[in-house]
């Protein structure tokens, strides 16, 4: 393999023009003939059996040549990377020029290459830091959210269905007298207040005792599903069965030992200020840390190829594509009841991306510029928490996981570390950010 020129076109991609030699292509031709000689048929000779210098007589002296090709360019291409010194960032474009037995081939390797980065200001920086307190309307509103999911339903007697009831309810719809498909329901259980029914239903059923049969009329909403029920008035036959209402604990210690590890409430309630200050504190460092990469990939000075932006979508959309997985969904289904194109719903990853990707470059180029290293000690710090975070062996983790992309993003997590360290940061109140 040789590079016998490089040069960079228009569109800023780089093009390679690479030679394979002779004597490597000919070692390819005859992987080639052996590999499809069992499949090829010659007069006069066996199937299989036919010579080399045969079949390229009757069938030309090319036939083997896009399989030889095929098997090595790759590794002539990678050989090039190498030589050269460029850092692809996609697929390249191959163009295969001329080939011959007796001198080789040549092609040509046309891709998008990670762009000079240049960052000026990343030390020093100024920002602001909102402090935020946990208050114990904060607590209680999680103990309250608490008892809710530790309540239990009870069914109610001696009085008429209210609001924040569930009604447990026959019913069948009819338009002008007729029944119509998909309005009927048997021992369905309504929460009264959900506004899970059209609008005027439920308020029609409170106010209903157990066994109480009854009409509810209601006019379908013009931008209703179902076509042909837009914007009619129909009427529901209802029968109320049953009335249940949720029967709270009492905010007890004995509460606080049944939904916690705590003996009393205050213990309990101790607890949750403390986890939700330091949620707090994550969120307001978490700010910070954006807030500064933004301002360092906005004076950063880079020709960025689209198409980096393009492979990063393509990465977000397969990560929600999996989690969809994960939920026995696909983004097919998930796009058809969502009305939505690829296309749109590609662009609603865009600006994120587009900052990654900047925030990627900049953190990149001062990992560079400051020299910044991994010792072996840390990337072996590193995939022990990978594997405890996992649950599963260090040495399974060295086996799947590349060292290389582990001690990269340790880099990149020091360079903005000495971003944050050297920045001059406020500490200001949310109501007084300037934001």
Do not use: W
């Not at 402090?131 to 999911?149: G, H, P, S």
């Amino acid at each position: 393999m040789a590079v016998i020129s490089q040069k960079v076109n228009d569109d800023k991609r780089v093009e390679l023009t690479i030679s394979v030699g002779a004597e490597e292509f000919g070692k390819a031709i005859d992987a080639a003939y052996r590999k499809n000689v069992k499949r090829m048929q010659v007069p006069g000779f066996r199937k299989g059996k036919a010579p080399r210098k045969m079949i390229e007589k009757m069938y030309g002296e090319g036939v083997f040549f896009e399989d030889a090709i095929n098997s090595t360019y790759p590794k002539a291409y990678q050989a090039a990377i190498i030589e050269t010194g460029i850092k692809p960032v996609d697929r390249a474009d191959i163009e295969v020029e001329d080939a011959s037995a007796a001198e080789g081939y040549t092609f040509k390797a046309t891709v998008a290459v990670k762009p000079e980065v240049k960052v000026a200001d990343y030390k020093g920086l100024k920002v602001e830091k909102v402090v935020r307190t946990a208050t114990d309307e904060d607590v209680d509103a999680e103990i309250k959210r608490m008892q809710e999911q530790n309540g239990r339903m009870i069914t109610v007697e001696g009085r008429a269905a209210q609001t924040g009831d569930t009604a447990v309810i026959d019913f069948e719809g009819f338009l002008d007298g007729v029944a119509f498909e998909g309005g009927k329901g048997e021992s369905h259980p309504l929460q009264l207040g959900s506004n899970s029914f059209i609008p005027g239903f439920e308020e029609q059923v409170a106010g209903h005792n157990a066994g109480d049969a009854f009409d509810v009329n209601v006019t379908f909403p013009e931008d209703y599903h179902a076509e042909e029920l837009k914007g009619k008035a129909a009427v529901f036959k209802c029968k109320l069965h049953e009335i249940r209402a949720k029967e709270l604990p009492e905010l007890d210690d004995e509460f606080a030992k049944d939904v916690s590890e705590f003996d009393t409430l205050g213990e309990l309630k101790a607890d949750l200020k403390k986890k939700q200050q330091e949620r707090l504190d994550d969120q307001s460092q978490t700010e910070v840390e954006n807030k500064l990469m933004e301002m360092v990939s906005n004076s950063m000075e880079a020709d960025i190829p689209a198409c980096m932006y393009e492979n990063r979508i393509d990465d977000m959309v397969q990560e929600f594509d999996y989690r969809l997985q994960a939920q026995g969904l696909n983004l097919p289904t998930y796009l058809k009841y969502a009305g939505k194109e690829m296309s749109e719903f590609r662009d609603g990853f865009r600006q994120e991306a587009e900052s990654q990707v900047k925030v990627r470059l900049a953190l990149e180029k001062i990992v560079e510029l400051e020299g910044i290293e991994v010792s072996d000690e840390e990337l072996e710090e590193e995939l022990k928490d990978i594997a405890k975070g996992y649950n599963t062996d260090l040495e399974r983790v060295k086996q799947i996981v590349p060292s290389s992309e582990v001690s990269h993003g340790i880099a990149m997590n020091k360079a903005l570390d000495m971003i944050r360290e050297s920045a001059e940061i406020s500490e200001v109140s949310p109501e007084k950010t300037s934001d």
